[in-house]
Every structure is written in C-alpha cells, then in structure tokens.
C-alpha cells in the first residue's frame, strides 16, 4: 500500500516543506477572513473555517485534481517511496489546513495509508 504524506504549512513561517509536489493556495485563492473577519483568528478544526475555505470558487476542482494527481503517482512504476504533497498559505491556519485535511480524507477514503502534519496550524496569526 503506498504511503501518503500530506504537509499544511504557512510561507509566513518559513521555509516550504520538500514534497513531491506543491499546493501554493496564496494568490489564486483568497484568505477566508479576509471576506469574514470573524474567522481570522479561527483555524481551519473549525466548521466555519472549512466551509468557508470548501465553499471557495475553484477549491473543489483543486481537490478533485489534486487528488487525481496522487492517484497517478501511487499507480506508478516505482513504488516502496512514500507520495510527498505541500500545502500552502499565507499563515497555515486557514485555506492550506482545510485543503490538507480533505485531501488526506480522499486519500483515506481510497485506502491509501496517509500521514497528516499541519505544521504550522498552531501558531499565532501572522499580522499584515
């Protein structure tokens, strides 16, 4: 059974982590509290978070891509090494979290055996 390694993470918090492939959600898709302060200092564990992140134009078709992708690496010829997939916002806490968590989700879901790390979900609101 392939391995899969998803990683959530905030630019604002340094270096990106090494996958095989990157999400960069920062300018294709806006930050949820900037439409709903109410979510700011709200992290993606949080209902509203999620749907208001699930609810953005063009995050469903991510997904749906973005899990197709993994499905092609796992049925390639070269096996035993784990599919690495990088998440990323501005802060980690909002949009990156919230794709992470589905896409690991989906990955369950098609019995892969997956492996969540929201790296810098925990960590303080990055000021702008």
């Known amino acids: 059974m392939t391995r899969i390694e998803i990683t959530s993470f905030g630019f604002l918090h ?39 992140v699930l609810a953005t134009g063009g995050i469903p078709e991510l997904l749906d891509a973005a899990t197709a992708m993994i499905e092609a690496f796992a049925a390639g010829p070269v096996q035993g090494e784990p599919v690495t997939v990088a998440v990323g916002c501005a802060g980690g806490r909002h949009r ?32 702008r």
């Not at 095989?20 to 509203?48: C, G």
């Open 96 to 127: 990156a979290a919230a794709v992470a968590s589905v896409l690991s989700e989906r990955c369950a879901e098609r019995g892969f055996d997956v492996r969540l790390v929201h790296r810098d979900l925990g960590k303080d609101v990055v000021e």
């Open 14 to 52: 340094g270096a990106e982590p090494d996958a095989r492939f990157k999400i960069d959600l920062r300018h294709h898709f806006y930050d949820p509290h900037d439409h709903r302060p109410e979510l700011r200092y709200m992290t993606a564990h949080d209902a509203a978070v999620r749907e208001a």
